[in-house]
């Protein structure tokens, strides 16, 4: 990649005539049977030629609309510019993981849905360009990282080293704290290593991100069950932690309920994602952790999420003859991207929408052997807005299938609840948290992301990561600890 990149000064009028860059592709036919990334990234021709399309707004709506607010009007300048490491820099000062979000993301929901220039033409790609300044400053094999104050001599222990985690953990050595992230499993990354697939985010990505975090200071520390190697009061009392944030998501799986939910054969999406994205059961034998074997099977995906989405795609990839995605809703409902369902689409995955589920039927041999639907209809809107899936009368069918992965979300893991007597949670298992401060019951303990909220968005989860670190900061500069509300 070259850093000298044309910058040619342009009106308004001329920045809206250039047409949004379309970022490349993996062939479809070819990317099914290989676990290579689908997207590409833009070359810097592409980069530049998107940044100049940003209007460089004198308020601009995009920060507002990102939930760690990256200062994307400047950092897209930068590009202008062609100065991409201190791009680089810029994004780090509110975002810690470019290169994780700027795949990942739902820019078209947050930063990119505020983009003014969305009213009447397509959006400034802020989430290719992200990807573009994190891509370049990997292969240049350079790093752009943000300045980082004395050291203060307070030290912060972090449970958990996924998105929320990693958020915070970058903001607090930055302020100079001493920061430790613990992880229970081998590798560093949380649900960013176990939970994504490597064609949509490839582990080596994750894996120079914590680098880049080793660089700034940060200490991670694996194979730590917070709760069961030492419980957080061992940590604040005996290891002289001044501060501890939990921060360990939601990784217990939910089930539809339904009869045949235990046969041999039905997986939940967590497992299997777990299975294939961080111990390699695609690579038994040479991998000691076997997957069920769906070469020139049918297999069933139950839900509509990205997690979904990632479950029948990493299915298809295995060798699967057929790939069913069973939805309840319509696919205007799903609340997965709108390009992880067009990308599945170009795949081969079949969508069964309006069907749901309600019993799995087995062989004597206890492995599944079919799954029986019914077809839905749509209703009024429920709680959450969309429209309410009601069945449709005598519309009952069998698939044939042999195997299913369920894919309906998560809840809390309660082990650091269970190992935490004074932490209060909530009716569902979640730690209670005062909703501005992050403040839980017990003095010096912090909480964030998806086991306060439940289960969301790597960069929504990122934000509760920056927060508790601001709260977190307060707390340690004034040293004093009032009742939060509602923990």
């Known amino acids: 990649m070259s850093a000298n990149a044309p910058t040619p000064p342009l009106s308004n009028k001329e920045r809206v005539k250039i047409p949004r860059q379309h970022m490349p592709e993996q062939d479809a036919g070819l990317r ?3 676990f290579e990334e689908v997207n590409q990234g833009l070359t810097v021709l592409g980069a530049t030629t998107e940044a100049l399309r940003c209007l460089q707004c004198a308020s601009p709506k995009c920060m507002a609309g990102c939930p760690v607010g990256v200062k994307v009007k400047d950092f897209v300048e930068l590009i202008v510019e062609g100065d991409y490491l201190r791009a680089a820099a810029k994004i780090r000062e ?6 994780i979000t700027g795949r990942v993301c739902p820019q078209e929901t947050q930063c990119e849905g505020c983009c003014i220039l969305g009213n009447k033409f397509e959006p400034l790609g802020i989430g290719y360009l992200e990807r573009f300044v994190a891509d370049y400053e990997r292969q240049s094999g350079q790093l752009g990282l943000p300045d980082r104050a004395p050291p203060t001599g307070k030290k912060v222990a ?33 649900v960013l290593i176990y939970g994504i697939p490597e064609f949509r985010l490839p ?9 880049v975090m080793r660089a700034m200071g940060v200490d991670f520390q694996t194979n730590v069950v917070i709760g ?25 799986p939910k089930f539809l309920g339904v009869p045949g939910e235990h046969l041999n054969g039905v997986y939940s999406a967590n497992e299997f994602l ?18 069920f074997d769906v070469r ?35 696919e205007a409902e799903m609340p997965a991207r709108a390009e992880e369902a067009k990308h599945a689409k170009e795949e081969g995955i079949t969508f069964l929408c309006l069907t749901n589920p309600v019993a799995f039927l087995g ?19 429920d709680a959450s807005g969309r429209r309410s899936p009601r069945p449709i009368p005598d519309s009952e069918f069998e698939l044939p299938i042999q195997m299913a992965i369920i894919a309906l979300g998560t809840e809390a893991n309660p082990l650091v609840q269970s190992t935490t007597p004074d932490l209060k949670t909530t009716r569902k298992g979640y730690i209670a948290a005062d909703p501005e401060t992050l403040r839980t019951s017990k003095k010096g303990v912090f909480a964030g992301g998806d086991i306060v909220t439940g289960g969301a968005t790597v960069i929504l989860a990122m934000g509760a990561g920056r927060k508790a670190a601001a709260s977190i900061a307060d707390y340690l500069n004034a040293g004093t600890w009032d009742q939060p509300q509602g923990a």
């Open 296 to 330: 020139g099977r049918d297999i069933a995906v139950v839900g509509g999420g990205n997690t979904a989405m990632d479950a029948v795609r990493t299915a298809a990839r295995l060798g699967a003859k057929t790939s069913y995605l069973i939805y309840r809703r319509s």
């Open 228 to 252: 069961k190697t030492v419980t957080i009061d061992e940590l604040m009392a005996d290891e002289g932690y001044d501060a501890v944030l939990v921060a360990t998501g939601a990784g217990l």
């Open 158 to 190: 972090i449970v958990g080293s996924g998105p929320a985690g990693l958020s915070a953990a970058g903001d607090l050595v930055r302020m100079g704290h001493a920061v430790t992230v613990f992880e229970a499993l081998h590798e560093i990354g949380g």
């Open 363 to 381: 062989e004597e041999d206890g492995f599944v052997r079919s799954v029986r639907c019914m077809k839905m209809e749509l209703g009024e809107p």
């Open 203 to 211: 582990k080596e990505i994750v894996r120079r991100e914590v680098d």
């Open 274 to 291: 777990t299975r294939v994205n961080l111990m390699r059961a695609n690579e038994f034998p040479e991998y000691d952790e076997p997957v």
């Open 94 to 99: 509110d975002n810690i993981l470019p290169a």
């Open 32 to 34: 099914r049977s290989n």
